[in-house]
């Protein structure tokens, strides 16, 4: 087999990474979930260089140590050439599945999305929309897939609240058995599926070829339609993530009332801060809901750790997947943390998961609007 070529900024990522004394070893959630040496960013570029070179030959089991890589970017903290690691691995996800290497957990990924719309299966039903949505407006509330298939509630909720900042009711998408886009597709993406992920993408962008604005809860939608993350390319839909527009007008609609956040501290949730970099108008946003600023991490913003939720890491290797989770849990309860308010639905659901109390940026602005 040839030498693999895949360009800028891939081959110089891989070869810096290959050459580098490990310095960010320390850095990477899932090596320390997992307690393996093999699934460090070093080891991850090491071997992609080497499936590169024609040194080691693809299969499942290569294709299967792609996947132990979160998205989370924390390793770039350290990295002394800005090295984008999961931009890299998204990348090599992409070689296997065209080559056929897939991890079993995500064998049959792309025909679930053909028939549910999203990654989590079919969705709950919502009850009456009629009196929360305006199926005409040019502004829409795209929810993220765990609020829809776990809080199915929370849209509700959200609907009355974006409806309260916007001045007017929002359209809302999502599939309510007819067949339209539930999900932005991240899962097919971070899963190798690239063609797939195109094409939902596509068909995504045309439902939505008349909305001037959509808002999301959901980072990874939010990152994906942006040119300055790891993964996201020029989009014709404009979109913010909810706390972005949230905490833009925040000083147009105050609070019903504070919420008690006492013992709760943040969690600077990956996808929102390191690749969307929205650490300050989640801290507007957390303080003004809430009755007293929350806790702070001795990690925090750019350092903070992930919880294993992000990449497919939960249903490839769920154990260390909630491993994460459970070392940001120990590391609350030293600083004295009784709970942590997350930016994403995807970070509360890992915390919960390990029976951690969370609630999202969602939740707590819904309470502080008595919604």
Not at 165 to 185: E, K, Q, W, Y
Not at 193 to 202: G, I, M, N, S
Not at 274 to 287: C, G, I, N
Request: aromatic fraction near 8%; glycine fraction near 8%.
């Amino acid at each position: 087999m040839a030498k693999k070529v895949f360009g800028e900024p891939i081959d110089r990522m891989t070869a810096y990474c290959t050459y580098c004394p490990k310095m960010c070893r320390f850095s990477c959630p899932t090596a320390q979930a997992e307690n393996r040496e093999t699934v460090t960013p070093w080891a991850l570029m090491r071997l992609f260089e080497l499936v590169k070179d024609d040194a080691v030959q693809p299969s499942e089991e290569v294709a299967e140590a792609f996947h132990h890589c979160t998205g989370c970017l924390r390793c770039q903290n350290w990295c002394r050439h800005d090295n984008d690691v999961p931009q890299s691995m998204w990348e090599a996800r992409a070689w296997m599945a065209e080559l056929g290497h897939v991890p079993k957990a995500l064998e049959g990924l792309v025909e679930q999305f053909k028939a549910d719309g999203s990654a989590l299966g079919s969705f709950p039903e919502l009850g009456s929309l009629e009196d929360v949505f305006d199926p005409r407006s040019s502004v829409a509330f795209m929810p993220d897939c765990e609020t829809r298939r776990h809080y199915p509630e929370l849209v509700l909720r959200a609907g009355r609240l974006l409806a309260l900042f916007n001045g007017a009711p929002v359209r809302l998408i999502t599939r309510l058995g007819d067949g339209a886009s539930g999900c932005c597709g991240s899962p097919l993406l971070s899963a190798g599926f690239k063609d797939a992920y195109r094409a939902h993408r596509e068909k995504l962008e045309a439902e939505l070829g008349d909305v001037d604005l959509v808002i999301t809860d959901c980072a990874s939608m939010a990152s994906l339609h942006r040119t300055d993350t790891s993964w996201g390319w020029k989009s014709r839909l404009e979109v913010v993530h909810l706390i972005e527009f949230l905490a833009k007008n925040i000083d147009y609609a105050a609070p019903v009332h504070e919420v008690d956040t006492s013992g709760l501290m943040i969690h600077d949730s990956c996808y929102i801060g390191r690749q969307l970099e929205l650490y300050e108008p989640y801290r507007v946003l957390a303080r003004a809901l809430g009755a007293e600023d929350p806790g702070e991490f001795q990690f925090n913003r750019a350092e903070a750790s992930c919880c294993g939720a992000g990449g497919n890491y939960h249903q490839v290797v769920p154990a260390a997947s909630e491993q994460c989770a459970k070392d940001i849990l120990e590391q609350m309860e030293l600083e004295g943390g009784k709970g942590l308010i997350c930016g994403s639905p995807n970070c509360k659901r890992a915390f919960q998961r390990v029976g951690a109390e969370a609630i999202d940026i969602l939740e707590l602005a819904c309470k502080a609007y008595d919604l």
